[in-house]
């Protein structure tokens, strides 16, 4: 498993009194994503202020969560391939924090992220793209009994062509908004930026 520092250790395996009860999932904040567009997704500079605001408070929490960062493998030739430039994480780990590669929508889909997440952790979502890996990770995570929070704002993804439709244009807010609705059905917990002061408290 990928350190901050570079270096590699195994899941620490089943965690005992020291588990932790809440993690925050930084998924796929990598510099292609949040390049201008339309590399990168519409609403980036937007997304990517509330995304490191989150961070940063969960950071100086004094009760901090587990941070763990997720980063796509696209495959050989695409802007996010191992190694690309557009594949590098936005946010630099801090010693502590995790990095896991994934090479799936659903994160935790071939990797370790199941070893650092316990099924009775809070888990706080946050990062792209809301119709692929945001969705699939959510249901993923409700499928293991965690409960879900996903920040309003804090995701997002592009435009959508609707091929069967002579290819309409759906804005991404729209696609976004969709994807809100139908993970609040499923059971996740839609959160605004002005809940982030209580976000990571024990309270």
């Not at 009760?63 to 696209?74: A, D, E, Q, Y």
């Not at 659903?106 to 952790?121: I, Q, S």
């Not at 592009?158 to 807010?173: F, K, M, Q």
Request: proline share 8%.
């Amino acid at each position: 498993m990928a350190l901050s520092n570079g270096t590699h250790s195994e899941p620490q395996g089943p965690l005992a009194d020291d588990e932790p009860k809440r993690v925050l999932i930084v998924l796929d904040v990598q510099v292609g994503m949040l390049s201008d567009p339309p590399k990168g997704i519409p609403a980036g500079i937007s997304v990517g202020a509330n995304i490191s605001a989150i961070l940063a408070h969960a950071r100086a929490s004094p009760t901090p969560p587990r941070i763990v960062h997720i980063r796509n493998c696209g495959d050989p030739g695409e802007d996010d391939e191992h190694g690309a430039p557009d594949w590098e994480l936005v946010h630099a780990p801090l010693p502590g924090e995790f990095v896991v590669d994934k090479r799936k929508n659903n994160a935790f889909a071939g990797t370790e992220l199941g070893a650092l997440v316990p099924p009775t952790a809070e888990i706080v979502l946050v990062g792209m793209q809301s119709d692929f890996c945001i969705r699939a990770t959510c249901s993923a995570a409700l499928s293991r009994g965690n409960e879900v929070l996903l920040v309003r704002g804090a995701h997002a993804t592009y435009d959508r062509v609707e091929v069967l439709e002579h290819g309409i244009i759906t804005p991404a807010a729209v696609v976004e908004a969709e994807i809100e609705g139908e993970l609040e059905e499923a059971g996740v917990v839609m959160l605004e930026m002005k809940d982030l002061p209580g976000l990571f408290t024990d309270s």
